[in-house]
T-cell receptor, first 116, second 115 residues
């Protein structure tokens, strides 16, 4: 069964450095998402992406964050200058629609980012 | 804005028994969906069951069923005949339907099924 994959599984970086988190969505899906979960807190929506543009973003998704789909298969999240508070588990998701027009989001295993 | 609350951080159940996980939510939307996602240890989240708010009938998926109380804004998950493989973190989530598909999650309930 197709799965969403994410790389790397763990990333350690220094504060102020740029990081790129990579996701390979399920191949025929059209909607893509990034969520994050700070340790001990809820999973939070960051951004949704459709038709090569951001369809919605949360307050968390400020100018330090960007997303792109560079080659039609990967979906990346870039954090330009990481802060300590960016330490979290980042989940990618992609979605499709069934015959009843119901959307199901399929999640990747996550990338645990630690900013030192 | 939507909020989802799971008041049980951890629960345990004996194999073959039934367990109910609680979830309450708040929304100003008329059209919304509710979900239970399961995240086994070191694995990705997978959808367990979904409920459309406009449907009065409670959703069921094999051993999993929900008790959807719209007026009380309650959406509990019942797992019957619990199996060791049901051990996981369970997240309750909602979205507002329409063109807004982002999910709002609760903090999760860690369920352990004991042999």
């Amino acid at each position: 069964e197709p799965e969403v994959t994410q790389t790397p599984s763990h990333q350690v970086t220094q504060m102020g450095q740029e990081v790129i988190l990579r996701c390979v969505p399920i191949s025929n899906h059209l909607y893509f998402y990034w969520y994050r979960q700070i340790l001990g807190q809820k999973v939070e929506f960051l951004v949704s992406f459709y038709n090569n543009e951001i369809s919605e973003k949360s307050e968390i998704f400020d100018d330090q964050f960007s997303v792109e789909r560079p080659d039609g298969s990967n979906f990346t999240l870039k954090i330009r200058s990481t802060k300590l508070e960016d330490s979290a588990m980042y989940f990618c998701a992609s979605s499709d629609w069934d015959k009843s027009y119901q959307e199901t989001q399929y999640f990747g295993p996550g990338t645990r980012l630690l900013v030192l | 804005a939507q909020t989802v609350t799971q008041s049980q951080p951890e629960m345990s159940v004996q194999e073959a028994e039934t367990v109910t996980l609680s979830c309450t939510y708040d929304t100003s939307e008329n059209n919304y969906y509710l979900f239970w996602y399961k995240q086994p240890p070191s694995r990705q989240m997978i959808l367990v069951i979904r409920q459309e708010a406009y449907k009065q009938q409670n959703a069921t998926e094999n051993r999993f069923s929900v008790n959807f109380q719209k007026a009380a804004k309650s959406f509990s998950l019942k797992i019957s005949d619990s199996q060791l493989g049901d051990t996981a973190m369970y997240f309750c989530a909602s979205n507002s339907g329409g063109s807004n598909y982002k999910l709002t999650f609760g903090k999760g309930t860690l369920l352990t099924v004991n042999p």
